[in-house]
């Protein structure tokens, strides 16, 4: 899997480039305006890599959503665990020993947790 992502990025780096080494010549230029008030004039090549940069904005921010709703699943998981834990504990004994621990819980079941990472 990790070879196959790197030979995907590795082929569209390439055609990235071949497409910015084909546009160096210029062409006619665009104006850009928004709401009405003009921004910059632009050639084919600026905005293409407008393009890029804005793609990659997007999936910068996706993957920054899907981190924060991952993290915050496993937190509320985390919170339910912990009051049924509690709830199923009996109260401790006044007159037993105050130093004995409770038992051990299980909780092999989700002790593994899988953060967000690009390729997983």
């Known amino acids: 899997m990790l070879l196959l992502g790197l ?5 569209t780096a390439a055609f990235v480039g071949l497409l910015i080494a084909d546009n160096l010549s210029g062409g006619p230029d665009y104006s850009v305006s928004v709401f009405g008030n003009h921004v910059a004039t632009m050639n084919s090549l600026a905005i293409f890599l407008a393009g890029l940069a804005l793609a990659l904005f997007f999936g910068l921010s996706f993957a920054l959503i899907m981190a924060g709703l991952t993290r915050a699943h496993h937190r509320r998981l985390d919170r339910r665990l912990a ?3 509690a709830q199923a504990q009996p109260p401790p004994h006044r007159g037993s020993d105050a130093t004995a621990e409770p038992p051990a819980e299980s909780t092999a079941k989700h ?3 899988h953060h967000f990472r690009f390729g997983h």
Not at 7 to 11: E, K
């Open 111 to 113: 002790s593994k947790r």
């Open 7 to 11: 030979l995907l990025l590795a082929a």
């Open 83 to 85: 009051a049924r834990s």
